[in-house]
């Protein structure tokens, strides 16, 4: 069981980004447009689907937990990281928790950046770092196989 205030929806806004954790993802558009600042050259997104197989295995869906209060501690402590590399951006940072089916989108990140080499490096840390340190976790379940028998997984 994981502890209160797991698998909740949560948000953090801090000056010139905001970290989400959700059910459903706001349309890339609108992520978009949060980030949009006439100052900045340069807008990089990352959108990470659902894939339909892995390691040879046709998956159906994936369900997504977390630990919310902790994992948006993390993803702010990931901005704050990201700023201590390039200081100059805006970023919004959405995961989802819950079902996600094959070919929907679980993480959706947008930064924007004076140029685009920052925006890109930008938005890779983040993705990789919130992967790495961020407390969700994913279970992935198999065409053919007893859902019961789905395994928890860190979120790599």
């Known amino acids: 069981m994981l502890p209160p205030g797991s698998s909740v929806e949560g ?3 801090l000056s010139g980004a905001v970290c989400s954790i959700s059910y459903a993802l706001d349309t890339v558009e609108s992520t978009v447009k949060r980030v949009s600042d006439d100052r900045f050259g340069a807008i990089a997104t990352f959108i ?7 390691q040879g295995k046709a998956v159906t869906k994936l369900e997504y937990q977390a630990y919310t209060k902790l994992a ?23 995961h989802r928790i819950g079902v996600v089916g094959v070919g929907e989108p679980s993480i959706v990140i947008a930064v924007a950046s004076p140029h685009r080499n920052e925006a890109f490096r930008t938005c890779e840390f983040i993705l990789e ?21 789905a395994e928890w997984k860190s979120n790599v």
């Open 129 to 149: 770092e919130v992967k790495r340190k961020a407390q969700i976790w994913k279970r992935e379940y198999y065409e053919g196989e007893d859902e019961s028998e």
């Open 11 to 13: 948000v953090v806004e």
């Open 72 to 94: 948006l501690k993390t993803m702010t402590q990931i901005i704050v990281d990201a700023r201590n590399r390039s200081p100059d951006f805006r970023a919004v940072v959405q």
């Open 48 to 54: 990470g689907t659902t894939r339909n197989s892995f």
